[in-house]
């Protein structure tokens, strides 16, 4: 059997590998982290949606983007690597996972009810 290069499945098969190769690390991380989140949140028994979490954790990789030298993407790609890892062997407690994901910065503007105000709107 010979194989002539320009048939489709072979193409494809070298396309597939050319993408493989150079996906970004960043890119395959994020993808890595995104299909360990739903055992993750089972495992954490998270109340909050999986599209939040996948936004707030692409705001992470965000917060990164300006960073162009080699080096320190290398090294902020291995402590994601090392991050997704501890969380999987549940190194991290829930505690830390939250206030990884929902850090309190976020919730300290949330004004408070004070007892009375909540006893007259019956939320309490």
């Known amino acids: 059997l010979i194989v002539h290069p320009q048939e489709g499945w072979w193409n494809m098969a070298l396309r597939s590998v050319a993408n493989a190769a150079t996906t970004k690390p960043s890119v395959k991380l994020y993808?890595?982290?995104?299909?360990?989140?739903?055992?993750?949140?089972?495992?954490?028994?998270?109340?909050?949606?999986?599209?939040?979490?996948?936004?707030?954790?692409?705001?992470?990789?965000?917060?990164?983007?300006?960073?162009?030298?080699?080096?320190?993407?290398?090294?902020?790609?291995?402590?994601?690597?090392?991050?997704?890892?501890?969380t999987v062997l549940q190194y991290k407690t829930r505690h830390q996972l939250l206030n990884k994901i929902d850090p309190t910065k976020l919730r300290k503007h949330v004004k408070k009810e004070s007892f009375l105000e909540g006893f007259l709107s019956g939320t309490v």
């Open 31 to 86: 993808r890595d982290i995104c299909k360990e989140l739903p055992r993750i949140m089972t495992i954490f028994s998270l109340d909050i949606p999986a599209p939040v979490v996948r936004d707030r954790i692409a705001n992470m990789f965000r917060a990164n983007s300006h960073v162009k030298d080699d080096r320190v993407i290398g090294m902020l790609i291995t402590k994601g690597y090392l991050e997704l890892e501890e």
